[in-house]
């Protein structure tokens, strides 16, 4: 069906429809909605939190007058509700204060904010007593201002009802495909809708990963091993180390040698928490790929880290042979060319570094092992560029706390993972607490008194300077107020992303020597400091950062044995729920479970539609979208390619890594 085959699209919309990506018919069928407003029922003011969609019925207590001040004009209403009152504000909508009258009884929908402990709808739809548009479940969609929500919702109706679509997956039991697009984009409930939208989800799952089977057909991951050599090679570094090996770090090692010995090139997730030896790890078995005759290549995501790896490396590997170079960003141009030499010429072992490896002028004279480090801090495509920098090489990447596309492809088989315990004893993990607003004056005393006592701290904060609108507590500001202030008679520094790398090296050295006691800083420290003096983290507005970067930062304390430590999370207002889930639990793997179960496995095979599904894909899916793969393996690929789908997905894969 063409776009201009619809009521009410004419040139100028079709325009904008396909620079939404919508090309067809078919494609605006696949343009879902992003969310549903409920319209179903009222809410309650009583329990309603801030941030949640509200249908509100009451009477107009107060209008006020229209205010101007500069360009900026605005009226509020103050409305009686059976379960509270609420107050209405509309800006820069005049036009609208003669439609309202103390008195009158209104239907309002919007947004609840909450500022100063009173409740507040911003800019709501509203209706008279006795309306029709304010009511049932309407889908949103992402059109980004471009098509009005009223008319995308009338042409994906009548998409809905015209458009043939021939399903992948037929079973019994299954809804029809063509009644789960109708329930998506006409909800007759909304949990009809959340139906709708799975069996769209289970179609959608399944042609990927059919079509991310046919598009590696016939590629080039099987191979000659040249790792022939038994892992006993290596018996002298393993006998120099300072700490004998973990049964479970030996078992990875085990792993990955037999992976390399393979004929099919390693995929492999390295899991661990802060300090349990995923580096050493993957030093060891990049240095038995050097024994081997082979390069390998280390990339972390902050030059800290990196310098961390490469110090590491040089005290590990001294005496051996093997040999290591350092990249980054911060090197001087002849910094640079010498090591491209010694890495194009094979001088170099191992390359440890920053994106500054993903350069073209990094050129391996014979790569075999790339190991990727705190995997959720690179894009797809980053890692995939050091990948193509050879043929068959073998892949490891680390992480303390998995991204959900990387839990979603283990759980597809695309990714072997090896688990490395953690040294710690459940009592030595930092005691984790949330602070609200009224609480934050103790915790600074706290962390006050532990450094005049000898020990150091972190203070995280989500921005490195204040930004007008945003009411959160920057690095900068925190940093001036508490050297002014209560921590005028502690040694305080600041570093964060942006600051001039030398000078960013020189803070953190000074901290990690004990001269500076409090650091304040932004999400930089969240990997690759190392502090064994650091005994308590204060992590700021911390419901802005996400499970996996709160794990890692509260990784940044306790790491030296004996000395207590404390993670403090503090959270303005809000749901302080997900933050809770940190409470409980210090292992990094079931934190990044929950974090997927919370988030959903998003768009974790690298290509995504056009809309933005309200659907969130959890395990379950997951598990019936392998098994509806599995079953259609056996078709021909042209049968397959047949299908819109599956052809769609198929001519969209470009390099795309898988983990």
């Not at 063409?2 to 069928?29: F, H, P, W, Y």
């Not at 930004?467 to 900068?476: Q, R, T, V, Y």
């Not at 729920?577 to 990044?592: H, M, P, T, V, Y």
């Not at 768009?603 to 793969?629: H, N, T, V, Y």
Request: hydrophobic share 40%.
């Amino acid at each position: 069906m063409q776009l201009e085959e619809l009521k009410g699209v004419g040139q100028k919309t079709a325009d904008k429809l396909r620079s939404l990506g919508i090309r067809d018919g078919r494609d605006l069928l696949d343009f879902l909605p992003s969310e549903y407003w409920d319209m179903t029922h009222e809410g309650d003011l009583r329990t309603a939190r801030e941030g949640e969609y509200l249908l509100i019925k009451g009477r107009v207590r107060k209008l006020t007058k229209l205010v101007r001040t500069g360009r900026l004009n605005f009226f509020a209403a103050t409305v009686d509700a059976p379960s509270g009152s609420i107050k209405a504000v509309w800006f820069n909508a005049p036009y609208l204060r003669n439609n309202i009258a103390e008195g009158q009884d209104l239907t309002l929908w919007g947004k609840l904010t909450v500022k100063k402990g009173a409740r507040e709808l911003i800019n709501p739809g509203f209706e008279g007593a006795g309306g029709e548009r304010l009511k049932g479940i309407v889908p949103i969609y992402p059109t980004k201002g471009l098509v009005g929500q009223s008319l995308m919702r009338k042409l994906t109706a009548e998409c809905a009802a015209r458009q043939e679509v021939k399903p992948l997956v037929e079973e019994e039991g299954l809804m029809p495909l063509g009644r789960a697009y109708y329930e998506a984009h006409c909800p007759t409930s909304l949990d009809a809708a959340k139906d709708g939208m799975r069996r769209i989800a289970l179609e959608d799952l399944t042609a990927r990963l059919v079509a991310y089977r046919l598009s590696r057909e016939g590629e080039l991951t099987r191979r000659m091993s040249r790792c022939k050599l038994p892992f006993e090679i290596m018996d002298d570094l393993v006998h120099a180390l300072p700490f004998e090996l973990s049964p479970s770090q030996r078992a990875a090692i085990k792993d990955i040698v037999r992976d390399m010995k393979g004929d099919v090139c390693m995929n492999r997730m390295i899991v661990g928490d802060v300090g349990s030896g995923k580096t050493v790890v993957a030093l060891l078995t990049a240095a038995y790929v050097a024994r081997c005759g082979m390069q390998s290549v280390l990339m972390a995501p902050t030059e800290i880290l990196a310098r961390q790896h490469y110090e590491t490396a040089c005290k590990l590997l001294e005496g051996s042979g093997v040999t290591c170079a350092l990249i980054t960003g911060s090197d001087s141009a002849a910094q640079k060319r010498k090591i491209h030499s010694s890495v194009a010429s094979g001088e170099t072992d191992i390359l440890i570094g920053t994106h500054a490896v993903l350069s073209d002028d990094v050129v391996f004279a014979d790569l075999g092992y790339v190991i990727v480090d705190e995997l959720h801090k690179f894009g797809v495509r980053q890692k995939s560029v050091l990948e193509t920098k050879a043929k068959g090489v073998d892949v490891a990447v680390m992480s303390a706390t998995p991204i959900p596309r990387t839990l979603a492809l283990a759980e597809y088989g695309d990714i072997a993972v090896s688990t490395i315990e953690s040294r710690k004893s459940a009592d030595e993990y930092a005691d984790t607490s949330i602070v609200a607003d009224d609480k934050l004056d103790e915790m600074f005393e706290f962390i006050r008194q532990k450094a005049l006592g000898g020990e150091q701290a972190y203070i995280v904060c989500p921005r490195v300077e204040d930004s007008e609108g945003m009411e959160l507590m920057s690095a900068k500001t925190v940093y001036e107020e508490l050297t002014k202030g209560r921590f005028a008679d502690v040694s305080v520094g600041l570093v964060y992303g942006s600051m001039a790398e030398k000078r960013k090296t020189e803070t953190m050295k000074l901290f990690s020597e004990g001269k500076i006691s409090v650091l304040v800083a932004t999400g930089v420290v969240e990997v690759g400091v190392d502090c064994p003096g650091a005994s308590a983290i204060a992590v700021l507005h911390a419901d802005r950062f996400g499970l996996a970067s709160l794990h890692q930062l509260r990784g940044r304390v306790g790491r030296r044995s004996g000395m207590r430590s404390y993670c403090f999370l503090h959270a303005a207002s809000g749901d302080a729920s997900r933050l809770e889930i940190l409470e409980k639990e210090c292992d990094g793997f079931r934190l990044a479970e929950k974090d997927a179960e919370i988030r959903g496995y998003g768009d974790f095979l690298g290509w995504r539609q056009s809309g933005g599904s309200a659907f969130k894909i959890d395990i379950g899916l997951l598990r019936e979208s392998k098994r509806c793969a599995d079953l259609l393996g056996g078709r021909p690929k042209e049968e397959l390619l047949a299908d819109h789908r599956v052809r769609k997905f198929y001519d969209r894969v470009n390099n795309i890594s898988m983990n």
